[in-house]
């Protein structure tokens, strides 16, 4: 039985195919050709077959053997005509209805195919190229982590991550402190935050409005703000529970110290050692003021280890 690993697929820059279109036709034809996800061949594929978001197709497909397929895929929006990957045939029939052993002989193989990220066999299908060539943004993008915010132990960001110190992100000529064509996806899901919480700016630094679309924003050279959440806490969104309402995702929340009263057993007057003084009544609740002493200082706080916030771009 004929099999062809079609699997994860990308753009040429490295970037998820999301939404891409898998073209099974008759070799030499427009003519579509059924492929299977079974080895019974009763299962027949949609034509074209859809990648999901993050450019996964099915890992394997099953051929007919009686058949010589093709096979192009495009992008989302993408034609036929100018295909990412293109190949004619994809398969080759042989007397026992599966792939020659030769198809499969290393010493058939070049050395320049096996070389790191260059492996091509002969059913023409290439893996996507070693790790360590693809670009910061690219990995993360492979990772599906770009825009998730997370502590480090370290005092710097690790390689394809920035601090959350309240620096501004945009394109290589908009003069944010990181300006780079490679935080384009990162500036993306910032834009679609709320523009109150995360005003957008134009290049020169002052205030401007949101455009058509986060990638022309991008491309006139706005600015973005990453949150300062240096000293700060988290606390999770609420989302609709009603335990912290009227927030919006990645809103700043100032501190708060709710009302509460102090009661003592029997009338006493205190003088504490910050000099305040405090009298109550037999039995009676009284509310005090803000105590004196060691304790006394200019926040409230639970006890915490600090460690550097950054994003993934």
Known sequence: MQTYQLGKRFTNAGVQLAGGKAYFRVSGTTTPADVYADSDLTEELAYPIV??????F??????DPAVTYRLTIIASNGDLGSPLFAADPINEESGAGGIETADINDEAITADKLADGAIEDKLGFTPQADLTDLTAAALNALLNRTGEVFLTMKSSPPTGALKMNGATIGSAASGSTNASALYSALFAIIWALDSTEFPILDSAGGASSRGASAAADFSANKRLTLKDMRGEFVRGW????????SRVLGSDQAGQLAAHTHTYASARTDIGSGGQTVTGGTGSGQTTGSAGGTENSSENRP???AWLWCVWF
Do not use: M
């Not at 990648?51 to 996964?56: K, V």
């Not at 609420?238 to 309402?245: G, K, L, N, P, W």
């Open 238 to 245: 609420d989302d609709s529970r009603a335990v912290d309402t």
């Open 303 to 305: 006890r915490n280890i």
């Open 51 to 56: 990648a999901d978001a993050y450019g996964n």
């Open 58 to 63: 099915p890992e394997v497909v099953y051929l």
